[in-house]
């Protein structure tokens, strides 16, 4: 008895539907054909996608390169096709074992992209190689930063850097990034087009007036603070109500399910959600249980 097959075009728009699945290379392994439709993907995140976008190929969207031999190995095949990675790569995390000089030559030729992570650290005495690509990204809005990447001195001012005056949504990996204020500042405040902030929280050694600053800007969606796992939920509530930091927009996460998160659902993604129920239900610093379980689940 024959195996009943669906029509190719049936099949295709099933993988296309499935190639925003995480585990989306297994499926090139399925069949040829597969592979050649997997190779293209739509640009557009709306439902109108299928009809309405150009295509571009989905291997390259969002590249991780954990190695420094993985970053060689990624920069090499994209120098010939200088046109092909500015337009396909939309995203690129950058690990602690990956030579900054490398992440630099990659940025040159990657210049479309949009979210950035840096975990790099710069090690060099003279000028960053990191900050002239960067300046040279016009549509990057997402970044995800440990400081040590860009700053290469004792002087650390964040305005100091062009490309942090266009970036909206800001992770800062460093604990000590929300100590500092007055005249230590970094300047994190100063970032006045901000909109989604995400930061470590000390509740001995975060600068209140910092935080309170950055919550007077209407502009400001979420500041997403993140707890040592040895602080409850409950110790840090307490902390804000007694600094006068209530705020909806505030979303209070245990560092120790950092990664679970921004590999899982998304980081953005998952407090823009919170920050949305808050408002429909008045509840300052509440998680539903619906929510939280999310937080930890990989997308489906």
């Not at 990657?110 to 000028?127: E, F, N, S």
């Not at 006045?192 to 001995?204: A, C, P, V």
């Amino acid at each position: 008895m024959p195996v009943p097959s669906l029509p190719f075009e049936i099949e295709r728009m099933i993988f296309l539907l499935c190639a925003r699945h995480k585990n989306r290379h297994a499926y090139l392994a399925v069949a040829r054909r597969v592979q050649a439709w997997l190779a293209l993907s739509f640009h557009d995140d709306d439902a109108e996608y299928l009809i309405n976008s150009r295509l571009e190929p989905i291997v390259y969207r969002f590249v991780h390169l954990r190695s420094e031999r993985a970053a060689v190995n990624f920069l090499q095949s994209i120098e010939s096709r200088p046109e092909f990675a500015e337009r396909t790569v939309k995203g690129i995390f950058f690990g602690t074992a990956v030579a900054i000089d490398t992440a630099g030559e990659t940025l040159k030729l990657c210049c479309g992209i949009k979210d950035l992570t840096l975990r790099v650290p710069c090690y060099l005495t003279g000028k960053n190689p990191l900050l002239e690509p960067m300046s040279a990204l016009p549509q990057l809005h997402t970044l995800s930063i440990d400081l040590a990447s860009i700053f290469n001195n004792r002087v650390i001012y964040l305005p100091n850097i062009d490309t942090l005056h266009r970036v909206t949504h800001l992770h800062i990996s460093n604990a000590w990034a929300s100590w500092q204020g007055g005249s230590q500042t970094i300047g994190v405040e100063r970032l006045e087009q901000i909109t989604h902030l995400s930061l470590h929280l000390s509740t001995l050694r975060t600068e209140i007036s910092m935080l309170s600053g950055i919550l007077r800007r209407d502009n400001l969606m979420v500041m997403v603070l993140w707890r040592k796992w040895s602080v409850t939920d409950e110790q840090v509530r307490g902390w804000l109500k007694q600094n006068d930091l209530m705020d909806t927009r505030i979303i209070i996460l245990n560092s120790a399910d950092f990664f679970g998160i921004v590999q899982g659902y998304g980081l953005w993604n998952y407090v823009e959600r919170l920050v949305d129920w808050r408002r429909g239900n008045e509840e300052p610093f509440e998680i539903p249980d619906h929510l939280r379980a999310v937080a930890l689940t990989e997308p489906e």
